[in-house]
């Protein structure tokens, strides 16, 4: 079992940054790939970033070059370092992780077997 939790969102102007933390818990988290997903009102979830076990990354394609996604193994966290905020990135961002076994479409939601709360993210222009 994983137990995930999101801190670091808040209100901030277009153009600024946010780092998203997720803390987790479980013995088995630093095999685990992880994932931030994103929610806007009246949207679905959708992808954001991606850190494999092996520590290749992915983005989707409206954050790339903007957003970095990291772990620290050490302190169980997964991280999502936000810089040139827009505000068509304002949602509700849940960290996720996924255990095996691994479909390896790991831009969907349905790929992730655990999820934390969420915390919100609000850029104003």
């Known amino acids: 079992q994983v137990q995930l939790v999101e801190s670091g969102g808040g209100l901030v102007q277009a153009g600024g940054s946010l780092r998203l933390s997720c803390a987790a818990s479980g013995r088995t988290y630093s095999s685990y790939p992880m994932g931030w997903f994103r929610q806007a009102p009246g949207k679905e979830r959708e992808f954001v970033a991606t850190i494999r076990s092996g520590g290749s990354t992915y983005y989707a394609d409206s954050v790339k070059g903007r957003f970095t996604i990291s772990r620290d193994n050490a302190k169980s966290a997964v991280y999502l370092q936000m810089n040139n905020l827009k505000p068509e990135d304002t949602a509700v961002y849940y960290c996720?992780?996924?255990?095996?076994?691994?479909?390896?479409?790991?831009?969907?939601?349905?790929?992730?077997?655990?999820w934390g709360q969420g915390t919100q993210v609000t850029v104003s222009s």
């Open positions: 996720a992780a996924d255990r095996p076994p691994y479909s390896g479409l790991y831009y969907l939601a349905a790929s992730y077997d655990y």
